[in-house]
């Protein structure tokens, strides 16, 4: 390959990783985006550096260079999602989600919104994106305590199949999954995948992991990692690795 063309495919991996800013204070996140950006295409806000700092974590990730996937996961009444949506198109996130399980009417309700907001705004439209089925939630607990008696597989790929028809941009999903919704939902439906462990690193609490190329050959388009990278005691270097290890996959596609 040429120098441009790994150029270019060093790019693209940059590009898909995602690092999820899981800190309590945006003094904190503001020096990992200085730390990271330069290595890496997009950072997370969470609930917790959201609940803590509020829109200002997102103007300030943005002033710093990142591009910002806001994972605050709305589920509400169409009405009050389709408000707050007006509201996050205005902070100028890349991609925002919402709980798919909110039904067809909040989720059209929220895609219109944005839509209407950005154009109003003169902003770029965020990208909506679906969470399916918490990684958090077993099957026994969908079917015993929400009371939803078809499998795992099928309940993702059919709630995928919603947030698609209701025109939402993509998911949130296990990597372990993707390749199922990228077979239902087709290319250009984006697949953002959390739960990814480079092969050497801990576990912690997470634990149907794949590694970060499994992840993009099943079929993700972003991946988001936390700790492997917070925890790194050389936060640059871990993302670089990660993107080395991408890029390798992006070759052998
Ligand atoms: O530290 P770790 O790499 O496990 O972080 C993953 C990030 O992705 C966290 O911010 C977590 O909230 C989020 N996430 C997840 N599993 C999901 C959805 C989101 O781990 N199913």
Same mark, same amino acid.
């Given at each position: 390959?040429?120098?441009?063309?790994?150029?270019?495919?060093?790019?693209?991996?940059?590009?898909?990783?995602?690092?999820?800013?899981?800190?309590?204070?945006?003094?904190?996140?503001?020096?990992?985006?200085?730390?990271?950006?330069?290595?890496?295409?997009?950072?997370?806000?969470?609930?917790?550096?959201?609940?803590?700092?509020?829109?200002?974590?997102?103007e300030? =990730? @943005?002033?710093?260079? #990142?591009?910002? /996937?806001?994972?605050?996961?709305?589920?509400?009444? *169409?009405?009050?999602? +389709?408000? &707050?949506?007006?509201?996050?198109?205005?902070?100028?996130?890349?991609?925002?989600?919402?709980?798919?399980?909110?039904?067809?009417?909040?989720?059209?309700?929220?895609?219109?919104?944005?839509?209407?907001?950005?154009?109003?705004?003169?902003?770029?439209?965020?990208?909506?994106?679906g969470?399916?089925l918490?990684?958090?939630?077993p099957?026994?607990?969908?079917?015993?305590?929400?009371?939803?008696?078809?499998?795992?597989p099928?309940?993702?790929?059919?709630?995928?199949?919603?947030?698609?028809?209701?025109?939402?941009?993509g998911?949130?999903?296990?990597?372990?999954?993707?390749?199922? =919704? @990228?077979?239902?939902c #087709?290319v250009? /439906?984006?697949?953002?995948?959390?739960?990814?462990? *480079?092969?050497?690193? +801990?576990? &912690?609490?997470?634990?149907?992991?794949?590694?970060?190329?499994?992840?993009?050959?099943l079929?993700?388009?972003?991946?988001?990692?936390?700790?492997?990278?917070?925890?790194?005691?050389d936060?640059?270097?871990?993302?670089?690795?990660?993107?080395d290890?991408?890029?390798?996959?992006?070759?052998?596609?």
């Amino acid at each position: 390959m040429s120098r441009s063309g790994i150029l270019e495919q060093m790019r693209e991996a940059k590009d898909r990783l995602c690092v999820a800013l899981d800190v309590p204070k945006l003094a904190e996140a503001e020096s990992l985006v200085r730390e990271l950006h330069g290595s890496v295409g997009m950072f997370k806000i969470g609930l917790e550096l959201y609940s803590a700092e509020g829109p200002r974590a997102v103007e300030r =990730v @943005r002033e710093l260079g #990142g591009r910002v /996937f806001l994972d605050l996961k709305l589920h509400d009444i *169409p009405n009050t999602v +389709a408000r &707050a949506a007006r509201v996050l198109t205005r902070l100028g996130a890349s991609f925002f989600n919402m709980h798919a399980s909110g039904g067809s009417a909040m989720l059209r309700a929220a895609v219109d919104a944005v839509a209407d907001e950005a154009v109003k705004a003169g902003v770029e439209r965020p990208g909506v994106l679906g969470v399916t089925l918490l990684t958090s939630v077993p099957a026994d607990v969908l079917h015993d305590e929400l009371a939803v008696s078809r499998a795992v597989p099928d309940h993702v790929i059919a709630l995928a199949r919603l947030a698609q028809d209701c025109g939402l941009a993509g998911v949130v999903a296990s990597a372990q999954e993707a390749r199922m =919704v @990228r077979n239902a939902c #087709g290319v250009g /439906f984006t697949i953002v995948t959390p739960g990814i462990r *480079p092969r050497d690193a +801990a576990l &912690a609490d997470q634990r149907r992991v794949t590694t970060p190329a499994e992840a993009l050959a099943l079929g993700s388009d972003y991946i988001v990692v936390g700790r492997p990278i917070l925890d790194a005691p050389d936060r640059a270097a871990a993302c670089r690795a990660i993107v080395d290890e991408l890029a390798g996959a992006l070759q052998a596609a």
